[in-house]
């Protein structure tokens, strides 16, 4: 199984919804991330977990929550967010620790529109 | 301040053709490097990577060739086929701490493949 696999594919949500969107892989990788991408823009990174702790937050504001139940999930949970959230959001994992190689897993990313 | 750079937004190649996709870089600090292919709404796919100790990494039609004191990287795809069509990103990334820290990406260069 080398797939990271994202729901939902598709989200559409209001500005005081409260939602999620999760992502799991069972690669046995132990850093998971999450990054932002928008509409001819590179990804950009959001938040990177290292053994199920937060170890890089990049100045996300704070209505995105992210949360690592296990070493095979990683959630993000939306509250009170901005039509300008709208964006691709892409879950990514990785080996971590003597790794070979840097290569970064992606899901195929979950689309949010905020209305 | 852009540390990747992909000054092409865009590059149409003839089939059969070499197709040369290009990258700069500001960090110094970076010692791994990497190309994924993105197709529209799906999460970046990793096609080829190349630690900074090495110039050139082959995998069947693709090669990667790093120039470290230029900062300079390319991607030679050859023969260029349909199915390359795609956004291609160039991404680094600094291999500290295990290796749990994000890739940083450049703005992508969209390569297309004329029969």
């Known amino acids: 199984d080398t797939e990271v696999t994202q729901t939902p594919k598709h989200l559409v949500m209001g500005m005081t919804n409260k939602k999620s969107l999760k992502c799991e892989q069972h690669?046995?990788?132990?850093?998971m991330y999450w990054y932002k991408q928008k509409a001819k823009k590179p990804p950009e990174l959001m938040f990177v977990?290292?053994?199920?702790?937060?170890?890089i937050n990049e100045s996300v504001p704070s209505r995105f929550s992210p949360e690592c139940p296990n070493s095979s999930l990683l959630n993000l949970h939306l509250h009170a967010l901005q039509p300008e959230d709208s964006a691709l959001y892409l879950c990514?994992?990785?080996?971590?620790?003597?790794?070979?190689?840097?290569?970064?897993?992606f899901g195929e990313g979950s689309r949010l529109t905020v209305l | 301040d852009q540390q990747v750079k992909q000054n092409s937004p865009s590059l149409s190649v003839q089939e059969g053709r070499i197709s040369i996709l290009n990258c700069d870089y500001t960090?110094?600090?970076?010692?791994?490097f990497l190309w994924y292919k993105k197709y529209p709404a799906e999460g970046p796919t990793f096609l080829i990577s190349?630690?900074?100790?090495?110039d050139k990494n082959e995998d069947g039609r693709f090669t990667v060739f790093l120039n470290k004191s230029a900062k300079h990287l390319s991607l030679h795809i050859v023969p260029s086929q349909p199915g390359d069509s795609a956004v291609y990103f160039c991404?680094?990334?600094?291999?500290?701490?295990?290796?749990?820290?994000?890739?940083?990406f450049g703005k992508g260069t969209h390569l297309i493949i004329q029969p």
């Open positions: 960090n110094s600090m970076f010692d791994y």
């Open positions: 190349i630690s900074s100790i090495k």
């Open positions: 991404a680094a990334m600094e291999r500290t701490g295990g290796g749990a820290d994000g890739l940083t």
């Open positions: 690669m046995g990788h132990r850093a």
């Open positions: 990514a994992s990785r080996l971590r620790g003597l790794a070979v190689t840097g290569e970064l897993f």
């Open positions: 977990y290292s053994y199920e702790k937060l170890s």
